[in-house]
């Protein structure tokens, strides 16, 4: 919950909310082994290198057959409500921002870090986003369904797609306490390995649902 704009990754305080948010439990833990790793680079000269994925998304990463109720992956949340043709509930409205990362241009800071695992990458800590893919989750539900439109497997089941929203304590219950916003400083990830980010939220959601839409025409024909 730290007010900063943008999450650098060696300069941004650590802020969560009180013990009763359960929810806190994840990314705590994260910090946690953060720590601890950074720890033992520090007294042992352990090398390590820490890498934070911003909301990273694409085929396969997920399973749509089975999605997690209320879980982190929202894009894989939404696309699978469209093809069991659910709504798309927007949690509080959807207000809330998310800077969205394709998989392809995560992979690729993956490799350059591991390229660069002697040297530029030696006890380093990487924001790995996209600052550029900003938007709020209503925007992302319905550009998914928009562009699901598109597809002439998954149109008719998009045509009958309502947004619709709901409030956070009925939905996740009590305990749950969520982020008004996600934009990742990727400046060293940029200096130190020569990384970008290159797929909009667009062509990576684009090609998402034509990777699931074709799913479906094997298993259809």
């Known amino acids: 919950m730290s007010p900063d704009l ?3 990754p060696t300069r941004t305080n650590f802020v969560t909310g009180p013990v009763q948010m359960q929810r806190w439990i994840y990314s ?5 082994m953060d720590r601890i790793i950074y720890a033992y680079g520090s007294a042992d000269e352990l090398n390590y290198t820490i ?3 911003f909301n990273w998304f694409g085929p396969g990463l997920d399973s ?3 999605p997690r109720e209320g879980g982190s992956r929202v894009v894989t949340n939404f696309i699978a409500s469209i093809l069991r043709g659910e709504e798309i509930i927007l949690v509080n409205g959807g207000s809330q921002r998310r800077a969205f990362t394709y998989i392809d241009d995560g992979i690729d800071a993956l490799e350059a870090i591991v390229d660069q695992r002697s040297n530029n990458s030696r006890q380093q800590i990487f924001n790995v986003g996209n600052p550029a893919n900003d938007y709020s989750i209503a925007h992302l539900a319905e550009t998914i369904r928009d562009l699901a439109l598109e597809i002439p497997t998954l149109s ?3 045509s009958k797609t309502k947004i619709v929203t709901q409030n956070e304590s009925s939905f996740y219950g009590p305990g749950y306490q969520d982020v008004l ?4 400083n990727i400046d060293d990830s940029s200096r130190l390995l020569g990384w970008s980010p290159k797929v909009s939220l667009t062509e990576g959601l684009r090609r998402t649902l034509q990777y699931y839409a074709d799913k479906i025409g094997r298993q259809d024909g």
Request: one cysteine or more; hydrophobic letters at 25%; glycine letters at 0%.
């Open 6 to 8: 943008e999450f650098h």
């Open 28 to 32: 705590t833990c994260k910090q946690l």
């Open 51 to 53: 890498f934070r994925p």
């Open 64 to 66: 749509v057959e089975t």
């Open 156 to 158: 008719e089941r998009a």
């Open 181 to 184: 916003s996600r934009n990742p």
